[in-house]
């Protein structure tokens, strides 16, 4: 009983925290001048990704025996999977919901454009559709890799951090992308009553809550790791299928808070931002550090992605992205879930 408290207790914490970070990095983007979407795409995604990144690390580089690396591998291809499914149909919903209530007091919702979209602002799609084709791309290339062995193979893990790298570069020169990028800011948590709040506050701001996103995160996973057996669940189901939702926990949170608060670009920036650094980071650590071969779950997990990122594009390029179609995303996670069940059965 403790364990599902506990799981209670830490989504709570998460969520909490989460306000407090989204509150402060939008202060900080302005602070260092960086483009609107940027504080989605690089800072938020970033400061969320960052632990995970570290837990990987340390998996891969100072784990004991293969499946400490294992646990490595997996994170590298499980937390892609929750942010090209989970993360994209959870803000669909959140869209939805919030349309809802708008039409409940009265809001009109109505078309822009005659594109199909809904009167939600989504933002550039175009920006979007580029930055997921050159995520599929780098994607298509690390499933690969795991399906292969040569003896330069662990040196490449250099190229997916040079991809990164230009990614970084890309979207900090972007400059100001006209989304918003003017828009008064809520005052910071930590200084209220300031129109502009003090340096310093915004930095701790943003390090307490990234601290205790970090802490939350893990004990939720290990919560999950207790439930799982008591469940009857696989090791492996939690590892692949449970525990990559709790790792990508404060992304989707960011998204559902943006998305309350009406900022349906910086929520979708915020997924793209994280799952570049998901498909290169970790992916290289694991290139440089583990055999990086995969086994019928993994290349399930690398399929359902796939799959998932294709549906995505097919929906921008024809004009048919909308937080109805996005909602659907979730149905590749669960054909990835029953691929699991059939592979493990």
Not at 64 to 79: L, N, P, Q, R, Y
Not at 98 to 104: G, M, P, W
Not at 252 to 266: D, E, S, Y
Not at 270 to 288: K, R, Y
Request: charged letters at 15%; proline letters at 4%; one cysteine or more.
């Amino acid at each position: 009983m403790i364990h599902f408290v506990l799981l209670i207790v830490c989504a709570v914490a998460i969520y909490l925290s989460c306000e407090l970070f989204v509150n402060a990095v939008e202060w900080l983007g302005q602070r260092l001048k960086v483009g609107p979407l940027a504080v989605g795409t690089i800072l938020a995604a970033f400061g969320t990704a960052l632990p995970e990144s570290v837990v990987t690390f340390v998996a891969v580089v100072f784990g004991d025996g293969a499946a400490a690396k294992d646990i490595g591998v997996g994170a590298a291809m499980g937390g892609p999977l929750a942010l090209a499914t989970v993360a994209y149909a959870v803000t669909g919903w959140m869209i939805l919901s919030r349309r809802r209530a708008r039409v409940a007091v009265g809001v009109g919702t109505g078309t822009r454009g005659g594109a199909g979209l809904p009167s939600d602002d989504l933002g550039d799609v175009g920006k979007l559709a580029r930055d997921q084709t050159w995520f599929l791309t780098i994607f298509v290339v690390k499933v690969a890799l795991g399906l292969v062995a040569f003896a330069v193979k662990p040196w490449l893990g250099l190229l997916f951090f040079a991809a990164y790298a230009v990614y970084f570069w890309k979207e900090i020169r972007g400059g100001d992308d006209g989304d918003g990028g003017h828009e008064e800011l809520a005052p910071l948590k930590l200084q209220r009553r300031r129109r502009q709040p003090q340096t310093w506050a915004v930095i701790a701001q943003t390090l307490a809550a990234l601290a205790v996103i970090f802490v939350a995160s893990q004990l939720f996973v290990r919560q999950l790791d207790a439930v799982g057996p008591m469940l009857g669940l696989p090791a492996a189901v939690t590892a692949l299928l449970l525990s990559p939702i709790a790792t990508e926990l404060p992304e989707i949170m960011n998204a559902i808070i943006w998305v309350r608060q009406g900022k349906m670009p910086l929520a979708l920036a915020n997924i793209s931002g994280a799952m570049m650094i998901q498909a290169t980071v970790p992916s290289g650590l694991g290139l440089l550090f583990t055999p990086w071969r995969f086994d019928g779950a993994l290349l399930a997990s690398g399929l359902a992605t796939t799959a998932a990122i294709v549906y995505l594009l097919f929906l921008l390029h024809t004009k048919r992205f909308t937080a109805r179609n996005m909602s659907f995303g979730a149905l590749f996670y669960l054909a990835f879930a029953g691929a699991l069940f059939l592979i493990l059965g």
